[in-house]
C-alpha cells in the first residue's frame, strides 16, 4: 500500500493527511478504512495527473510561443544541425547551470522552429519555465517600462524562469538606447537564467545591432562564458522547399502537356 498520508501532504491537503491518519488510528487494519486504500490511491493519481496537466497547459501559454513546435515536427535530414546535440538540449538541463544557447543561421533555416521546440520540451517533459520573445519586442517592453520609471520589473520577474528565448536578433533594428536596455538586462540574467538566442548575424556583427562595440564585446563575454552554439547553415530550408514543389508542379504540368491531358485547374 501507497503512503496514502504522503501523497496527500505532496498535493498539500495537509488536513485530509492528519484526517486519513487518525483514521488509521483508530481503525484495525483489514478494516474498511484500509481496505478502502486503493480507492484513495487512484483518486490521487487523478489528482496528480491533473494538475499536471493544468501545469503544463498554464506554462505553454505563459511562455507565449508563437506557435506550437516541436522536435518531431523538425526536419533534420533538410538541416544541417547535429541531432544529438538537439536530443541533448531538450531536456534543457544546461538550465540547471544556467548555460546558454545561441543559434546563428540564416533566414528560414529552422532557428526559430528548434528555440521553440526545445522550449515546449522543456516545459512538457521536465517541468521547466520558458518565456519566449521576439527581441524587437523585449527591447520596446524595456523602454516602455523605463519611461514609466518601472525599470528592472520585467528583469526581476524573468529572473524566476529556467529559460528565456530571444527570437531574430538583428532582423529589425533597435535604438542604440534600447541595446543598452537589452545589455543590462542580460547582464542581470547572467549566470542566474538561461537565454537561447536565435540570429541570423555572426558574432562580429553583433555590434552593428548594439551601436557599441565596447558593449557588445561586454555583452559576448557574458553570453558566450558557457554557451552551446548551434550553427543551422544560411540555405532557407523553406525556400528549397517551395522550390522543390515548384518544380515538381512544372515537371507534372509539363508531362501532360507532351501525353495531351487537359491540364488541372
Known sequence: MHDVAAQLKALRLYGMADAWQELLAHNPQGSSI???S???????RAEETDRAMRSIRYQLHSAKFPAHRDLAGFDFSQSRVDRTQIDDLASLSFTEQAHNVVLIGGTGTGKTHLATALGVSGIT???KRVRFYSTIDLVNLLEQEKAAGKAGRL???LLRM???ILDELGYLPFSQAGGALLFHLLSKLY????VMITTNLTFGEW????GDAKLTTALLDRLTHHCHIIETGNESYRFRHSSDSAMERIKAREALRVSGDPEPF
Do not use: G, K, N, Y
Open 155 to 157: 528583469a526581476f520577474s
Open 162 to 164: 529556467d529559460l528565456v
Open 125 to 127: 517533459r521536465h517541468s
Open 34 to 36: 484500509s481496505s478502502s
Open 191 to 194: 549566470e542566474h537564467t538561461s
Open 38 to 44: 486503493w480507492l484513495i490511491e487512484h483518486l490521487l
Open 207 to 210: 555590434a552593428t545591432v548594439f
